[in-house]
């Protein structure tokens, strides 16, 4: 099992930033991916961004493309996704998860993802 924690969130005026942490601890050497989700209110949860554990090939939503940047620091076990240019449709509550089996970071399906974080709110307001 991987267990998942997620810290960095809050509220942010448009146009701020923030930087979300995700610490794992447990079974790490069985991820192979780790991505960012979030869910805004009233709607589904949806891929915000992916990076390969060993070889940091990264992946993101066009939504966020250019001002969000995953990251990852294997020796602290920890994924970042650091939010630039925050717009207040960013708002959500982000979600830190892992999959634990050989695929492409490509594809990042929520199914995909077998363990997941407790979730963060991340607020932006106009």
């Known amino acids: 099992q991987v267990q998942l924690v997620e810290s960095g969130g809050g509220l942010v005026q448009a146009g701020g930033s923030l930087r979300l942490s995700c610490a794992a601890s447990g079974r790490t050497f069985s991820i192979y991916v780790m991505g960012w989700f979030r869910q805004a209110p009233g709607k589904e949860r949806e891929f915000v961004a992916a990076i390969s554990w060993s070889g940091g090939v990264t992946y993101y939503a066009d939504s966020v493309k250019g001002r969000f940047t995953i990251s990852r620091d294997n020796a602290k076990n920890t994924v970042y996704l650091q939010m630039n240019n925050l717009k207040p449709e960013d708002t959500a509550v982000y979600y830190c998860?892992?999959?634990?089996?050989?695929?492409?970071?490509?594809?990042?399906?929520?199914?995909?993802?077998?363990?997941w974080g407790q979730g963060t709110q991340v607020t932006v307001s106009s």
């Open positions: 998860a892992a999959k634990l089996f050989p695929s492409s970071v490509y594809e990042s399906r929520r199914s995909d993802f077998g363990s």
